[in-house]
């Protein structure tokens, strides 16, 4: 299996812009979390599907950040407007099961800089 | 809600000595503590995990600990290797709808 994976790893865009990232999760998971990775606040957990449904939206900052699942292969976590505070690396993990307690795997991360 | 705290932020060893990396919890309800090995450019990867009913476990050289009571868990490595130079990360979980991350060491491992 190709792991999880994302796009695009790195992104550069201005204030104000709209972004939008991608993750394929493993085949055959049936959970998929976001998370963002800043020095400042470490690993935080955005948002969880299970089954392609929103569990727990939670740790979303704010109502520019959306994220979707129409399938079980695919989520896009996107950005509207972008601000520079924005600025880190967002992962996308997967597993099997249901909730945080089976073994997430993530993806490479997209590195994000907003101007 | 959960707060986890991991110590130290820096660890650096000489290859071949041990390493250790304690985490505490806030939550005595969470029962669920995964670590993940982050390399750089990379996400993190589970590399050991404990359940509140279980005190220790271990795989090859690395070994987790878990004191309920206190509300602590620690990582050990042994015989420590260049390529486990990485940043770790503890993590606490309770039932379905949370974990919650440490902030991380940044393990160096001298040759």
């Known amino acids: 299996d190709a792991g999880v994976i994302q796009s695009p790893r790195h992104e550069v865009t201005e204030m104000g812009q709209e972004v939008t990232l991608r993750c394929k999760p493993i085949?055959?998971?049936?959970?998929l979390f976001w998370y963002r990775q800043t020095m400042m606040r470490g690993l935080e957990l955005l948002i969880y599907?299970?089954?392609?449904?929103?569990?727990?939206d939670s740790g979303m900052p704010e109502d520019r950040f959306s994220a979707k699942m129409p399938n079980a292969s695919f989520s896009t976590l996107k950005i509207q407007p972008s601000e520079p505070r924005d600025s880190a690396v967002y992962f996308c993990?997967?597993?099997?099961?249901?909730?945080?307690?089976?073994?997430?795997?993530f993806g490479p991360g997209t590195r994000l800089l907003v101007l | 809600g959960e707060n986890v705290e991991q110590h130290p932020s820096t660890l650096s060893v000489q290859e071949g000595d041990s390493a250790v990396i304690k985490c505490t919890y806030s939550?005595?309800?969470?029962?669920?503590f995964p670590w993940y090995k982050q390399e750089l450019g990379k996400g993190p990867q589970l590399i050991i995990d404990?359940?509140?009913?279980?005190g220790e476990k271990k795989d090859q050289r690395i070994a987790v600990t878990l004191n309920k009571t206190a509300k602590h868990f620690s990582l050990h490595i042994t015989e420590t290797q260049p390529e486990d130079s990485a940043v770790y990360f503890c993590?606490?979980?309770?039932?379905?709808?949370?974990?919650?991350f440490g902030a991380g060491t940044r393990l160096t491992v001298k040759p």
């Open positions: 939550d005595s309800a969470s029962n669920y």
């Open positions: 599907f299970n089954n392609n449904v929103p569990i727990d």
């Open positions: 404990i359940r509140s009913n279980v």
């Open positions: 993990a997967s597993s099997r099961g249901q909730g945080f307690q089976e073994t997430q795997y």
């Open positions: 085949s055959g998971h049936n959970s």
């Open positions: 993590a606490a979980s309770k039932g379905n709808n949370d974990m919650r």
